[in-house]
């Protein structure tokens, strides 16, 4: 397959790539970062934009650092180097383990942190991680830079509240400070295949407790989830596996999970009880 005709520019400029989605704006123009998932679409013509901006030559996009309790990744950051940082392990060690069962490393060479966000699958490991760890995105358009919570950022299948004019810069990470646990469990058919369903877990433990639980779930809807009802149940309760695979049997509330050839919807429901029940005592340490 290959894809419709479309134009081309590769700016060199934050300033230039924003210009030009706005001039291009009748196009439907895309922006292109590692290319990993908008291509695939392009050529199965499930995504037939008119120009794309390619990001490749805009400096300053890319780049891990520290500012303050904040980890701050750069949109073009290929998640290969995400993975190998000693910066993010540290400030972030469930988006070091997360990016580690992206795909293959070949596609984890090319794919960026932002491209995966932006893309907005609910079956990809990074926006699940996102929900979890609160993280903020940063996006510049004509107006300037904004910020957006990442619960604000995923708001239907494949689709973000990115402005068409908007690009996706950074990614803003808060630094979990002490007696927090992570896991991120992933249940897929084979390797290296999309999660039929995934689990990002944060625990806080505090005097054999769990003072507070985060779960962010991959393939359970049509955006990524909050397990808010099994995050509830959790909090309070002893830092045991038992008791965390009771809170855990509530992680299906209010999803509204696929059916495909990977998986029924009551079977993606019962997978997210039994990984989050896992995911939650691994994080705390039960």
Known sequence: ??????????????????????????????VLAGGQSLIPLMNFRLAKPGYLVDLRNVAGLSGIRREGDVLVIGAMTKMAEVERSPEVAVAAPLVTEAVGLVAHVPVRNSGTVGGSLAHADPAAELPAVALAL????????PGGE????????????????????????????????????YRYEKFHRTAQAWATVGVAALVRRSNGSVAEARIGLTNMGPTPLRATA????????????????AAAASADEGTNPPGDLHGAPDYRRHLARVLTGRALAAAAGA
């Open 1 to 30: 397959m290959k894809p419709p005709p479309f134009a081309y520019a590769a700016p060199a400029t934050l300033e230039e790539a924003v210009g030009l989605l706005t001039e291009h704006a009748e196009a439907e123009p895309r």
């Open 134 to 141: 609160e993280a903020t995105l940063i996006a510049r358009g």
């Open 146 to 181: 904004r910020e957006i919570p990442a619960a604000d950022f995923f708001v239907d299948y494949l689709t973000t509240s990115l402005e068409p004019d908007e690009i996706l810069t950074a990614v803003r990470v808060p630094k979990l400070g002490a007696g927090w646990g």
């Open 230 to 245: 099994a995050e509830s149940a959790a909090a309070g309760a002893q830092a045991s596996r038992d008791a965390l695979r």
